[in-house]
């Protein structure tokens, strides 16, 4: 069964293509024109295990915002394609990742239900050229355009970079192992539908 998707999105304020291998082995080509998004959307790739390809043009001249939703958009919807109907997927996990002095925990539930839960401790307003509080934005596109109920809660750290490193870190182990195929499982819904 191929888990592979493709998708295209374009506005007035972005342009944006992602090609997802959910069964990768952490190969990228990414360009978003945000540094340090690029370096997250990498630590996604490699410790997710996920083939990715993302491209986008976006109105970073007014600020990253549209860029960052944008691409968690598209990601997002690409990873609901690519589960399809969570036959004999693991559904949960949860991760505690460390990043040097930091410790972030990621939990998920591919459910169809989209809901985010975000706590940190306060972050300094920037990274390089990147907008911290659009971490936040990132991952409710992504939860609410993938499916999935998500939990990100950074237990402690004082490096802002190492703090949002962790994050994605974890929510890459945690998306590998929640999605991994478990032949035979079947559904995991007492309902019958994970909707």
């Known amino acids: ?36 998004l690029d370096h997250m959307l990498i630590q996604l790739a490699v410790h997710g295990m996920l083939d990715l390809y993302i491209k986008c043009q976006g109105d970073i001249e007014v600020d990253g915002h549209h860029t960052v ?16 109907n969570k036959k004999d997927i693991n559904r949960y996990a949860t991760i505690f990742l460390p990043m ?12 169809g239900r989209p809901y985010l839960y975000y ?4 972050m300094t307003p920037m990274v390089g050229d990147f907008d911290t509080q659009l971490v936040e934005e990132f991952f409710r596109a992504f939860a609410v355009h993938g499916g999935m109920t998500l939990h990100i809660k950074v237990l402690y750290g004082k490096n802002t970079h190492h703090m949002i490193e962790a994050i994605f870190k974890a929510f890459a182990r945690a998306i590998n192992k929640a999605a991994s195929l478990n032949p035979g499982s079947g559904l995991l819904s007492s309902k019958g539908i994970l909707d």
């Open 1 to 36: 069964m191929s888990r592979k998707i493709a998708l295209h999105r374009a506005t007035n304020e972005t342009d944006v293509t992602v090609k997802l291998d959910l069964d990768g082995k952490g190969k990228t080509d990414i360009d978003t024109g945000i540094g340090f």
């Open 69 to 84: 939703e944008d691409i968690g958009i598209v990601l997002g919807k690409c990873f609901a394609g690519a589960v399809g």
């Open 100 to 111: 040097d002095e930091s410790m972030a925990m990621v939990s998920i539930d591919i459910s």
């Open 119 to 122: 706590e940190i401790p306060l």
